[in-house]
């Protein structure tokens, strides 16, 4: 999995940035999710064009956490928006039509 890209599904979804955080709204069940600023990192990287690695890689570097923790709360993270239907994993970079 770590070496899937993952692309925010933008058909299920809409967001913005407030303050530094994510604010999500899924747009199959009109719920928000307020995202702190790990998961706002995580968010703003989920472009398709990056592995989940490498994200994971990102927030070591950005918030000095342990490769284990990051790789651990980033793929729960990840999963959990996966199965709401706001994710799309790919094994090649996707293209921004495929979103």
Known sequence: MLNE???I???KTAYQVIDGEAVVVNLEDSTFHVQNQVATFIWELMDGKITINEIVK????EFDVDPGTAE???LEFI???HD???VI???RP?????T
Request: hydrophobic residues 30%.
């Open 5 to 7: 890209y993952v692309a």
């Open 72 to 74: 651990r709360d980033c």
């Open 84 to 86: 709401r239907d706001m």
């Open 94 to 98: 996707v293209d921004d039509n495929d």
């Open 58 to 61: 990102g927030i070591c570097r």
């Open 79 to 81: 999963r959990m928006l």
């Open 9 to 11: 599904n933008k058909d």
């Open 89 to 91: 994993f790919s094994s």
